[in-house]
């Protein structure tokens, strides 16, 4: 019995793992798009969760990191000619500095109030890159050239569908890391009571700062793919709704933890595809699914595939 | 030589003393009793030593540094380890996580060498694992590194926060109420273990606790706190049969 699940476990890694490595090949267009798409958000959901799952503080200001990570790259590409090998990582240490900024409201205040700060802090980024024409474009928007490297040019679907996988296995690995080890424990002690972690030596400003920032990191890097797969942004769409998208696609797959992270992100870019075909209401079935899977998976997608593997 | 020393203490919220020109001091191997009444100002007095209230007035010291300045966390990596009343432990998390949490003073790498999951890490992570192992049998739990912390009966969850103050590395140790709402067995486990860990040595324990017995059983001294102020110090024998102590306790008549 044991034997059977352990081999049924790894038909569905492998399958799941041949369908992502080989997608490119026998999919269309759009399909690469979405699934490009969601390991895009993936990213997002893991940086997202280390901040609110982890570490236990919310933010309805992510789409800010988001629009930080994509304008950086797409101007570091456009105007200073750089490789996406540096464009990308930059616009995530960029956002790293952001972050920490972004956490001093979060050593004064907590839940609704910390909600609140954060969604000024989203507001604030998507007025400034409105404002700043010169620089952004403003409301006209901005076009991003192809990512490229040296002779290299990621010019087609299938090239942007390769970077983004090949940068959300390393995201992915380098969370299940940082998970596993010191800072991850420190910012779950943070979320169950900063009484007890400050008694336990850690240091509570510390450990915000470093969920703050490095949540900032994995968005921006996510924002910077972004710029790269759509080729066209424009402040609008990194607006309050991306924000709650973004804080959904969490709770939706797990909050805590990497794997429902990914889930999460599938599950939030993939459904209202699958009810595109519904006639006149693919937003209601969407929306009705979200109170059904909060409704009957409190821990979300994952802790749900947790409890079935468990029962089989 | 002391190891902890207050001296003075006083706390006011507003306008009302908490706690009023309290002074105790705690030596290695000893365990000093904190007792009193409900409102005596027993857990106050435990959070200005960790860090978590701020006293008005008053002198602590730790093997000569000053206590008062310092933040929580700045207070227990100097090896204050704190055992709350109600278990405060991370229920979705193994009880090795539990563990681990009190290494953080001691980690030697950053969040980037974490990301990478460089040989530095794992090579502590695995000297880490290899003293919570240890800590868990000292306690009287091994082979249970692996279960959710939230599956834990309450007994188990106050004997992993006492293990957790000892991976932490301390020197003091503030157990508020550890054995509140335990059984008879889960009491005297934990009684043999405070014991244990005096004759182990290397620690400076201050037992805050209404069970009597226990208290008799363990302190070398006990203080008396009552509306905030110190009315009597002594050996358990002499303490518990000071008719002031009796009358705070059990009222006039």
């Known amino acids: ?54 570490a236990g503080q919310i933010s309805l200001g992510h789409a800010g990191f988001f629009a930080i990570g994509a304008y950086t790259t797409a101007l570091l590409t456009k105007k200073a000619g750089l490789p996406f090998v540096l464009s990308l990582p930059l616009a995530g240490v960029f956002a790293t500095a952001v972050g920490a900024v972004a956490a001093l409201p979060a050593l004064r205040l907590k839940n609704l109030y910390l909600a609140i700060a954060t969604l000024g802090f989203g507001v604030v980024v998507q007025k400034l890159l409105f404002e700043w024409q010169s620089l952004t474009g403003g409301g006209a928007g901005l ?10 040019v990621l010019s087609t679907a ?47 400003a510390k450990y915000k700062v470093i969920a703050f920032s490095l949540s900032g990191f994995y968005t921006a890097i996510a924002g910077g793919l972004y710029c790269y797969l ?36 599938v599950f939030y870019v993939l459904a209202p595809e699958l009810f595109r075909g519904i006639k006149d209401a693919p937003g209601l079935v969407f929306g009705l699914s979200l109170v059904v899977v909060m409704v009957l998976m409190p821990k979300g997608l994952w802790g749900f595939v947790g409890r079935l593997w468990r029962r089989a | 030589m002391p190891c902890l020393e207050i001296r003075g203490l006083t706390v006011d919220f507003g306008g009302i003393h908490a706690l009023k020109e309290v002074s105790l001091s705690a030596r290695t191997g000893q365990i000093v009793g904190l007792i009193g009444p409900n409102g005596a100002g027993k857990s106050t007095l435990l959070n200005c030593i960790s860090g978590l209230t701020r006293p008005t007035e008053g002198e602590g010291r730790l093997d000569g540094t000053d206590l008062f300045s310092l933040s929580p966390h700045a207070i227990s990596r100097l090896g204050v380890g704190r055992v709350f009343q109600h278990p405060e432990i991370m229920a979705d998390m193994t009880v090795m996580d539990n563990l681990l949490i009190a290494r953080n003073r001691f980690l030697k790498y950053g969040v980037l060498a974490e990301l990478l999951g460089l040989p530095q890490v794992r090579r502590q992570e695995a000297e880490s694992r290899f003293a919570a192992e240890q800590v868990l049998m000292r306690i009287g739990l091994p082979d249970i590194g692996g279960i959710h912390a939230g599956s834990l009966p309450y007994g188990h969850r106050k004997l992993l926060e006492v293990g957790r103050s000892l991976l932490l590395g301390a020197t003091v140790l503030l157990l508020d109420e550890p054995v509140a709402g335990l059984n008879e067995h889960e009491i005297d486990r934990m009684a043999t273990l405070l014991a244990e860990l005096r004759t182990g040595g290397g620690l400076a324990v ?23 102020k110190v009315i009597a110090r002594g050996t358990p024998t002499e303490v518990l049969n000071d008719p002031a102590v009796l009358l705070a306790y059990l009222g006039e008549g």
Do not use: Q
């Not at chain 1, 076009?143 to 290299?152: D, M, N, Q, T």
């Not at chain 1, 002690?189 to 972690?197: D, I, L, N, Q």
């Open chain 1, 143 to 152: 076009e991003v050239p192809a990512p490229r490297l040296g002779p290299i």
């Open chain 1, 158 to 204: 299938g090239h942007m569908y390769y970077l983004i996988l090949a940068v959300v296995i390393l995201g992915t690995w380098a969370a299940l890391n940082i998970a596993r080890t010191g800072s991850g424990r420190a910012m779950v002690m943070v979320r169950e009571s900063e009484v007890a972690a400050g008694c336990l030596g850690i240091s509570v």
């Open chain 2, 206 to 228: 201050i037992l805050v606790e209404h069970n009597m017995g226990l208290v008799s059983r363990l302190c070398d001294e006990v203080v008396v706190l009552d509306i905030g």
């Open chain 1, 1 to 54: 019995m044991a034997d059977a699940k352990k081999h049924t476990g790894r038909a569905v890694v492998v399958l799941v793992g041949l369908v992502v490595l080989t997608a490119p090949f026998w999919m269309s267009g759009y399909p690469v798009y979405v699934l490009s798409l969601v390991g895009i958000f993936g990213l997002v959901a893991i940086g997202l969760n280390f901040l609110t799952g982890y």
């Open chain 1, 230 to 265: 759509v080729r066209y942004i424009n402040p609008e769409s990194f607006n309050i709704h991306m924000s709650i998208t973004f804080l959904s696609m969490i709770v939706i797959g797990g909050l805590g933890t990497i794997p429902g992270s990914l889930l999460g992100a």
